[in-house]
């Protein structure tokens, strides 16, 4: 069993009620943002408006000035449609993409070809049992955003733990005021808040190339573990 730097051993399971697959008993209707079901749903219906089609701006141009060393592993958690999933890949890197929804994940599948991808619709907060110290970087992108506040903590400490002891999280996160989510409530102490207790944060800024609509409502974030 792996711990994070963060001072507290990880539960003996990391399947919560709500943070995964949703019961069978459940229907969509009572489904919330902590089910799997609420998220396919939104993908029923196609009403992923976070979407873009494109991989995120900030995340290319980091990647171009600082890429990552090569064959560096990488995981993306919540991945969606997978657009940075797929530009990360065709860099090279030995990517896994993470998400609750079986349709994010099979529009990953029927597009990676022999990309360098391990797709996988499950729950982010087990991936310890299978992945502890196995990642040089985290790729974030709005998936903390979408992850109530209470279980903030434990998402903070799951990061933590998958990744290697000299990893480090990138992150390109959206801010927003609003109580009621997803998004969830996420403001620039909100993240220093949360991050620092297993995190050094080494760079934080206001991107100049977000996408249109999102252009100063998002901070990019790097960070590594701490010692």
Not at 133 to 138: E, M, P, Q
């Amino acid at each position: 069993r792996y711990r994070g730097v963060c001072g507290r051993p990880l539960p003996l399971t990391g399947r919560f009620f709500g943070i995964g697959i949703v019961p069978e008993n459940m229907s969509n209707e009572n489904a919330t943002p902590r089910d799997a079901a609420y998220w396919q749903a939104i993908y029923d219906e196609d009403d992923i408006g976070w979407d873009k089609g494109v991989p995120a701006p900030p995340f290319v141009r980091l990647l171009k000035e600082h890429p990552f060393p090569e064959g560096s592993r990488v995981l993306v958690p919540g991945c969606g449609l997978g657009h940075e999933v797929l530009f990360l890949a065709g860099l090279g890197y030995q990517v896994t993409a993470v998400d609750f929804a079986k349709s994010a994940i099979d529009g990953i599948r029927s597009r990676m070809g022999a990309l360098p991808i391990r797709a996988l619709q499950r729950d982010i907060f087990n991936l310890d049992e299978d992945y502890g110290g196995h990642f040089n970087y985290v790729l974030e992108h709005t998936c903390f955003c979408a992850i109530p506040m209470e279980m903030r903590p434990r998402y903070v400490e799951i990061m933590d733990t998958v990744l290697k002891s000299d990893g480090q999280l990138v992150g390109l996160f959206y801010e927003t005021d609003a109580e009621e989510g997803p998004p969830f409530k996420t403001t620039r102490a909100h993240i220093q808040q949360h991050f620092e207790t297993c995190f050094e944060i080494t760079r934080m800024e206001r991107p100049s190339d977000s996408f249109e609509g999102r252009m100063g409502k998002e901070w990019l974030v790097e960070m590594k573990k701490r010692d």
